[in-house]
C-alpha cells in the first residue's frame, strides 16, 4: 500500500468532519489524515483501492480543494 500527499484548504475541525464520510467512502477508515499543523494543510492518503484522481474528485466534490503534492 502506498501513500500520496495532497495540499489542502482543509483548515479546521469542522472540516474534517465534512470530508469523513467521503474520504472513508473512497479510501476506508483510518487511511487517511489531515495535518492541521501544516501550512499546507497537507492531507495523507494510504491508497489500497482508490487512485489520486478519485481521492482529489472525492475532496473537491465535498467543497474542499487538493492538489496532488510531487
Given amino acids: 500500500m502506498k501513500t500520496v500527499q495532497f ?11 465534512t470530508v469523513t464520510p467521503v474520504l472513508n ?7 487517511w489524515e489531515v495535518d492541521l499543523q501544516s501550512p499546507d494543510k497537507v492531507l495523507t492518503v494510504a491508497i ?20 496532488a503534492l510531487a
Fill in 25 to 31: 467512502e473512497v479510501a476506508g477508515q483510518d487511511n
Fill in 7 to 17: 495540499k489542502t484548504n482543509i483548515k479546521c475541525s469542522g472540516c474534517i468532519a
Fill in 48 to 67: 489500497d483501492k482508490a487512485g489520486k484522481e478519485e481521492i482529489q474528485q472525492a475532496i473537491e466534490k465535498a467543497g474542499y480543494k487538493a492538489e
